[in-house]
């Protein structure tokens, strides 16, 4: 069984989780390589930092190993990378 308590200051902080790659606003060049790579849901961990994150607020996240937290940090950072590059671009 997974447990996941969410806190937050208001019930603004409190965000639906994620239960689906191709329902994240992740960019196509990413959801590819989840593909490629044969990913085909996102953890609980992900599922429920991703929203959370995506709005540029703080997650504490305290899992096992393997449960997904490094991937839960770093696609949302990636996917502002590219929505940086891709608005310099157009500048």
């Known amino acids: ?8 200051n208001t ?4 965000f639906a989780p994620i ?3 191709e329902t994240t606003p992740f960019s196509s060049e ?8 044969g990913f085909t849901s996102p ?3 992900q599922s429920q930092s991703w929203p959370i ?10 899992a096992r190993t393997g449960s997904g937290k490094t991937c839960a940090f770093l696609l949302p950072a990636l ?13």
């Open 19 to 21: 239960t689906s790659f």
């Open 1 to 8: 069984m997974i447990k996941i308590n969410i806190i937050g």
């Open 11 to 14: 019930n603004d902080d409190i």
């Open 53 to 62: 994150l995506l709005q540029s607020k703080d997650v504490i996240s305290i």
């Open 30 to 37: 990413i959801k590819r390589v989840l593909a490629n790579e």
């Open 79 to 91: 996917q502002r990378i590219i929505l940086s590059k891709k608005q310099n671009n157009t500048r």
């Open 43 to 45: 953890t609980p961990t």
